[in-house]
């Protein structure tokens, strides 16, 4: 032991832990534990109040070790850690356990939730007797934001942070603006979207600070935080974006129309080649004057340094011919918002006139919403937020362009929540809109070119039958294209819907669990363009104020090579971040390539590799503890699937109290020593739950299940390795429930043996 001074801190959480776990109990319990000296409880231990207690204890000297039980350390362990070094003691050595989210939230039984307390807390302060102070490593940041997506949050992030960053935005496609550039008016005041927007684009071209890339998707992210190197994949446009000057002459000679301007207003203001359609006949390129058309242009990939990324990625509608009864790709007149929209755009290929197939304007739309939303069946499970808002403005447009035009709203619930949005509800019904309540049950082509809508009433309890000559389907939103791609480079969970996870929906909803990485606008969730360009504000906000510290500290719990090292090179040779090298026939770390992952430890031959505070001592401690309070199953646990844990306790999903989680940096961190120890000293089952992306680790975890399963076979207890995400909590559920009636069906049946 340490013979270290350790005060244990309990929060009540306004009754979310101490109606279901007898706080008092513990404190009682604990304060006789050799070196904890504080046994305390407090109502709010976040609250001001919270803090000063642990503050004028450490101010007192009483104690220098600090051990809370309250809600999940992902909310509250940094502003607690701070508090610490403000008192004066090191801030690793203060530690948060889980008793609600893991503990209060999902055990009803009072009694087992106590045991399981209990034994979480006596875990923590074995474990804390044997932790070390450890200095921060510093780091400078690079001073530079990758902003990724072109779209409105993107726009508004980049140009928030211009004046005082250098900001490189990627684009995909060949143009910036994203969906709003594509839309007519913008609801609730019926605004230009183009007058709107492209001044920022235009702003955006021109800002000595931006550099813009179009056609250009992520490649590959490598470095840390702070010092992020990416790779830029960069799409041949076949035309100089900075020589062009949009003469148009280069498309008057084409003969095929290869050579285009994607709309007069697009931003960069350059034409383009589709290489599909051209024939290579040179015309374009022997009539500029400029010498801008490079018909020789290839893929390039571009290499930069940044400090922090946005993600702005934003959203594609879902393609509504999954719903096979509303026929969208069979009938030319039944078409989605997004065609609509682009019809009065300025990317219109009609004149900016809404017309049907036949070229005549439609005298009898219906617009039916919730097309892949809120289906539990086929498609997403969400609302997608902006659908009956901006139908509600389509529908008046049709009225505004055809008055005599009858136009009708099938919906299931009207949402028109904030500022100004119940008022245009009210005025959609004023100019002659017609609203039905209830799902469309199929759209079907008539002979005479017509459709025919049968649907269901519910505000009358009729089914009825209508006939329109055309019908406008409002998709569901889904992430865009290529987000769990960029969200896997830039290790960053995505939820069970696609889009990117918050760090906390509440109180850090434009932070990522990646500290150097935040997010906006609809890649987080559908949203309507005020709020995108909010939370763009706020992202922008977050990573100035992140990048303006100038340095980093990052977690010193990193791997430490012991005089034990006989210099064989295993663990440089396994590493596989490249973070060891061989240095005078000894390995030496290279922290900032390092992630904690505990390969170098666990394949060490001499034991001569720990990672700081996650040392097996400590590992050994913790699970000691946490069995000190009976029978219990140990689940290792990375920092990702630790979050679907949370989440889970978020959502009061229960499961067995014998689970006991121990967050490790990663489940290679461990070897058959540590797992053996868990079971000598009463653990009836062991899980590894991995939630991490990175290949370089999941390609190894099936041999390390199979390795541990074989060098722990002697106990004949359950092991069992998975893999979950943060958002598969409901998958993490079932899979603890299933495990933790093994072991206790196995338990039974060992103990009837016994007293046999």
């Known amino acids: 032991m340490s013979g270290g001074k350790t005060g244990v801190y309990l929060c009540r959480c306004g009754g979310n832990i101490s109606d279901a776990v007898d706080v008092e109990a513990i404190a009682e319990k604990v304060l006789g534990m050799d070196g904890v000296a504080i046994a305390n409880v407090q109502d709010y231990l976040c609250s001001s109040a919270g803090q000063g207690k642990i503050k004028s204890d450490i101010d007192a000297g009483m104690i220098d070790r600090v051990v809370i039980g309250s809600c999940s350390p992902k909310l509250h362990l940094e502003t607690f850690r701070a508090m610490a070094k403000m008192a004066g003691i090191n801030p690793m050595l203060l530690e948060i356990t889980n008793i609600r989210e893991q503990c209060s939230w999902v055990h009803e039984d009072q009694q087992e939730a106590t045991r399981k307390a209990k034994g979480l807390i006596t875990g923590a302060v074995f474990r804390m007797n044997s932790l070390e102070s450890l200095e921060p490593i510093i780091k400078d940041l690079e001073d530079r934001v990758l902003v990724v997506g072109g779209g409105i949050s993107g726009i508004t992030a980049a140009l928030e942070m211009a004046n005082e960053h250098e900001v490189i935005l990627v684009e995909n496609k060949a143009y910036i603006g994203g969906h709003m550039i594509s839309l007519s008016k913008t609801f609730p005041t019926f605004d230009c979207s183009q007058c709107t927007l492209t001044p920022k684009m235009v702003e955006v071209f021109n800002h000595p600070n931006i550099t813009l890339y179009t056609q250009t998707e992520v490649a590959s992210v490598d470095g840390n935080v702070g010092d992020f190197k990416v790779t830029l994949r960069r799409m041949p446009r076949y035309v100089d974006v900075d020589a062009c000057t949009s003469c148009g002459r280069c498309a008057q000679e084409c003969p095929k129309d290869a050579i285009t301007l994607p709309f007069v207003q697009a931003i960069p203001q350059a034409y383009i080649i589709d290489m599909e359609k051209c024939i290579k006949c040179g015309l374009c390129e022997k009539v500029c004057a400029v010498g801008a058309v490079k018909l020789d242009d290839r893929e390039e990939d571009i290499e930069v340094n940044v400090g922090a990324i946005t993600i702005a990625t934003g959203f594609e509608p879902i393609d509504p011919s999954i719903i096979e009864e509303y026929n969208y790709g069979r009938h030319p007149d039944i078409i989605t918002a997004i065609e609509f929209e682009e019809m009065l755009s300025a990317m219109s290929r009609t004149g900016m006139r809404l017309q049907k197939s036949d070229g005549t304007m439609p005298q009898k739309v219906a617009f039916v919403l919730c097309v892949g939303s809120r289906d539990f069946n086929r498609a997403n499970k969400y609302c997608s937020k902006v659908c009956c808002l901006y139908s509600q403005k389509q529908a008046q447009l049709v009225l505004k362009m055809n008055k005599d035009a009858d136009v009708t709203v099938f919906y299931i619930d009207m949402r028109a929540a ?222 990702a699937a630790y979050a679907a844990a949370d989440i889970a306790g978020v959502n009061r999903s229960p499961y067995s109290p014998l689970i006991r989680f121990v967050q490790v940096p990663s489940i290679h961190v461990l070897d058959a020593d540590i797992v053996n120890h868990a079971y000598e000293h009463g653990a009836g089952g062991v899980m590894l739950i991995e939630g991490t992306t990175d290949e370089a680790l999941t390609s190894r975890s099936k041999d390390l299940y199979s390795r541990l399963k074989k060098e722990t076979k002697e106990h004949k207890k359950p092991i069992r390795y998975s893999h979950i995400e943060t958002a598969q909590y409901e998958k993490l559920m079932n899979l603890l429930n299933v495990f933790a009636e093994q072991v206790s069906a196995k338990a039974a049946k060992k103990s009837g043996k016994k007293e046999a």
């Open 418 to 639: 904030g500022r100004r949005m119940e008022e245009f509800y009210h005025h959609a019904q004023e100019a002659g809109v017609n609203f039905i309540r209830g799902r469309v049950a199929e759209v079907n082509p008539l002979d005479d070119g017509g459709l025919q809508l049968r649907y269901e009433d519910t505000l009358l309890s009729e089914i009825g039958s209508d006939e329109f000559d055309m019908v406008v389907l409002c998709p569901s939103l889904n992430p865009s294209g290529g987000t769990q791609q960029l969200a896997d480079q830039l290790g960053v969970p995505v939820g069970s819907d696609g889009f990117i996870e918050e760090k906390h929906v509440k109180i850090d909803p434009v932070n990522t669990l990646n500290p150097g990485v935040f997010a906006a606008g609809c890649a987080i969730g559908p949203k309507d363009i005020h709020d995108s360009v909010t939370e763009a504000m706020s992202a922008a906000h977050r990573a100035s104020g992140f990048l303006g510290k100038g340095m980093i500290s990052i977690s010193p719990e990193k791997p430490v090579i012991n005089d034990a090292c006989d210099g064989c090179g295993i663990c440089v040779k396994e590493c596989p971040y490249g973070a060891l090298l061989m240095e005078n026939k000894k390995p030496v770390l290279e922290a900032l390539s390092c992630n904690a992952c505990g390969i170098c430890a666990a394949v060490c031959p001499q034991e001569a590799v720990e990672i700081a505070n996650y040392t097996r001592k400590q590992l050994k401690a913790q699970a000691e503890g946490i069995l000190d309070a009976g029978m219990g199953v140990i689940v290792y646990i990375d920092p």
